[in-house]
């Protein structure tokens, strides 16, 4: 069964250490193989259910219109509607869209959320477009997409460089079209629009949540933890503001541009505070600078790679230090450096788990959209509490009973998941 598996593998895989899909691929081989995943289970759940490429035409300010390319993966429906962020970037491409939208099946899995995954993008720069460009833009990407989405078939929500807003844009021209508002079509809305309550902070605190977990297996409390925080986006930043409120000791955190370090902590409410006023860390007094290479291999106890991909790879994950690498990012380690830090016995806490938090409260978010009822802020943290420590005992528990590694069990427990529901389904083939 193995040989059947790696033959399929082998011919469609070009080994590239940061091209996310091969890393994405190489994790769900090794758990398949794992599994002894039934062939034709295999033969499905490796491809895509649906991939969309569209093409965007865009009135710009110029009164000239521009052609824009974008996508939507939906990878997987096996447990539910597909779920997945929409990005805007100049780097979009089809294997990255491919890989997150194959991460979103797997996360929502663990999560066990009733989801599918997706996901979506648009070649652009977003930089350098008007607020109006932006929305003409958005608008006539979701109604290319208008009858792949719905809030039973594929429900968006933001990625990089999109927010409240274009989610508010993309649920209105949804709704234009269906001739009444669908809020549920989207998640990641405004509050007044839909959202939900708790939604904005709800990827880093989940991170705090799986966090908190995982220090009690090295016997250590929030004080005695040193965390560094790559990246201070909505990930990073609220995952280290939140840890720093529970009382642990964030040594290190940075953007794009470079970080600042003290080994006895840092004030993270001022530090952000400082780097919203003057847009960089620079000049923040009491710490040092560090790039974001030397954050990455800092002596720390926890580490939070929370801004991109390709962070730790075979090249550096010989120098990492930490006792717990909690991914806030997708895909921040690149296969090749799992069996490095596996064998220096770095507690990874993966990815599809620890970032898990934003798509739990989506789910909510989704939930409530249906019920028309909100629940207060104290209710969806309490609920999202319960899925990150359910899932991440559930994730220790499968790989002590399986001797894997916890990156192994992520997908291992995910991929079961799915397959078992796929063969109650049947395929219909
Ligand atoms: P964001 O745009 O709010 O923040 C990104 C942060 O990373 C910024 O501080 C930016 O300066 C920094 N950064 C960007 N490129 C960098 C680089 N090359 N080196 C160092 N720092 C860099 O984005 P976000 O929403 O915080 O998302 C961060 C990561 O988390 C992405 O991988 C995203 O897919 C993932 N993620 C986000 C959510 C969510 O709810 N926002 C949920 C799950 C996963």
């Given amino acids: 069964m193995a040989m059947a598996i790696s033959a399929i593998a082998d011919d469609v895989r070009h080994v590239k250490e940061d091209n996310p899909f091969e890393s994405m691929m190489s994790r769900f081989d090794r758990a398949a193989q794992l599994l002894d995943l039934d062939p034709d289970l ?35 429906f096996a447990r539910g509607p597909a779920k997945g962020g929409i990005r805007y970037s100049p780097d979009v491409n089809i294997d990255e869209i491919r890989a997150l939208a194959a991460w979103m099946t797997w996360k929502c899995a ?33 109604s290319e997409l208008i009858d792949f989405i719905g809030p039973e078939k594929d429900v968006p929500a933001p990625d990089m460089n999109t927010n409240e ?26 509050i007044d629009l839909g959202g939900s309550s708790g939604r904005r902070e709800a990827t880093g605190r989940g991170i705090l949540f799986v ?15 040193r965390v560094a925080v790559q990246g201070s986006g909505n990930v990073g ?27 006895n902590g840092i004030d993270i409410h001022e530090a952000l505070k400082h780097l919203q006023q003057t847009r960089s ?7 040092e600078a560090i790039s974001n290479e030397d954050l990455l291999e800092l002596d720390c106890d926890v580490l939070v790679p929370a801004a991109t991909e390709n962070q730790i790879t075979s090249e550096n994950a010989e120098r990492i230090k930490c006792k717990i690498l909690a991914e806030g990012a997708n895909g921040p380690t690149t296969a090749a450096a799992d069996e490095i830090l596996h064998n220096k016995g770095v507690f990874v806490v993966p990815d599809i788990l620890a970032n898990a938090g934003g798509v739990t409260v989506s789910y909510f978010e989704w939930v409530q959209d249906r019920m028309g009822y909100f629940w207060r802020e104290d209710v969806v943290n309490e609920r999202l509490h319960d899925t990150m420590v359910a899932s991440f005992n559930d994730l220790c528990r499968y790989a002590d009973s399986h001797s894997v590694d916890t990156r192994t069990a992520a997908y291992m427990l995910a991929i079961d998941r799915v397959a078992y529901d796929t063969r109650m389904r049947g395929i219909y083939a």
């Fill in 281 to 287: 860390f620079e000049d923040f007094e009491g710490v």
């Fill in 211 to 225: 966090v908190n977990e995982a220090i009690k297996k090295f016997k250590m409390t929030p004080p005695q933890t």
């Fill in 237 to 263: 930043g609220i995952g280290a503001r939140l840890m720093h409120e529970a009382g642990y000791k964030v040594v290190a955190i940075s953007d794009v541009h470079g970080g600042i370090y003290n080994p």
């Fill in 165 to 190: 807003q274009t989610m508010a844009w993309i649920m209105d021209t949804y709704s234009m079209h269906a001739r009444h508002t669908v809020t549920a079509v989207v998640t990641g809305k405004p």
């Fill in 110 to 142: 663990v999560v066990n959320v009733p989801f599918g995954g997706a996901k979506g993008g648009v070649i652009c720069d977003p930089t350098q477009m008007s607020m109006g460009e932006l929305e003409r833009m958005t608008r006539r990407y979701a």
């Fill in 42 to 76: 295999y033969a499905v759940m490796r491809v895509p259910n649906r991939e969309l490429k569209v093409y965007i035409p865009t009135r710009m300010d110029s009164g000239r219109i521009q052609v824009f390319e974008g996508y939507r993966v939906q990878h997987n």
